[in-house]
């Protein structure tokens, strides 16, 4: 058994994208997540049983509007740039 007492231990959780589907314990300090053990290998103060549910890591919406950045490209002007350093220096987008 894993000598780290733990604030929260997340139990009998399956990790999303693994392939194994094997039951682990997700170990919590504070805020971060400190360990993933086999389950039943961690010593916690307090557990949160998952029944078998699913983790995942937290996501991040990364989609963009590429119909209203396109909009936006009569706004740029770039005929006198010539560099990178010109662009960075010269540009900015006005508010329609």
Do not use: Q, Y
């Not at 029944?51 to 770039?78: E, K, N, P, Q, R």
């Amino acid at each position: 058994m894993n000598s780290t007492h733990h604030h929260l231990v997340i139990t009998n959780t399956r990790l999303a994208g693994h392939p194994s589907g094997a039951l682990v314990d997700i170990a919590v300090d504070g805020d971060r997540i400190t360990a993933v053990t086999p389950t039943g290998t961690t010593r916690p103060a307090k557990v949160l049983d998952a029944g078998g549910a699913f983790a995942t890591a937290g996501l991040t919406d990364g989609h963009s509007h590429w119909i209203w950045g396109a909009g936006m490209l009569d706004w740029l002007d770039l005929v006198d740039l010539r560099s990178l350093d010109d662009i960075l220096e010269g540009t900015s987008i006005p508010t329609p």
